[in-house]
C-alpha cells in the first residue's frame, strides 16, 4: 500500500520559518517526482524531479521555499521561510509516475498525503 505522510504543520508568526516533511512508503521513491500543493489541492507549489535535475516553484513562493528529497530516508521536504499569512493552507504532497519532469496539475499525480496545516498569524 502506497502512503505519503506529512508533518511539520503548525501555527506560526509572519516571518517565522516551517520544515514540512513528506514521507513515503509503498514504492520507490526514486522513480517519482514530488510536488506540493496547498489549499484544496489546487495550487501547485513546487515540484523536484527524480533525479533531481528539475525543481520549480510558484512565482509566489520563489526565494521562500525549497524543496529537497532524500531518497535514503524515502522523504521529500518544504522548508518554508518568511511565512506570511497568505501561506496558510492545508499542504499537500504527491507522487507522479512521470519522475522526469514537473506535473504542475493535480490530475497528473497518482498518490497523495492526507495534508498538513499551516497556519500563519500576523
Known amino acids: 500500500e502506497v502512503q505519503l505522510v506529512e508533518s511539520g504543520g503548525g501555527l506560526v508568526q509572519a516571518g517565522e520559518s516551517l520544515r514540512l516533511s513528506c514521507e513515503v512508503s509503498?514504492?520507490?521513491?526514486?522513480?517519482?517526482?514530488v510536488g506540493w500543493f496547498r489549499q484544496t489541492r489546487r495550487e501547485w507549489v513546487s515540484c523536484i524531479t527524480s533525479?533531481?535535475?528539475?525543481?520549480q516553484y510558484a512565482d509566489s513562493v520563489k526565494g521562500r521555499f525549497t524543496i529537497s528529497r532524500d531518497s535514503a530516508k524515502s522523504t521529500v521536504t518544504l522548508q518554508i521561510d518568511s511565512l506570511k499569512p497568505e501561506d496558510s493552507a492545508n499542504y499537500y504532497c504527491?507522487?507522479?509516475?512521470?519522475?522526469?519532469?514537473?506535473?504542475?496539475?493535480?490530475?497528473?499525480?497518482?498518490?497523495w498525503g492526507q495534508g498538513t496545516r499551516v497556519t500563519v498569524a500576523t
Open positions: 533525479s533531481e535535475e528539475i525543481i
Open positions: 509503498g514504492l520507490t521513491l526514486d522513480d517519482y517526482a
Open positions: 504527491a507522487v507522479s509516475q512521470e519522475g522526469s519532469w514537473c506535473p504542475l496539475h493535480p490530475e497528473e499525480y497518482d498518490y
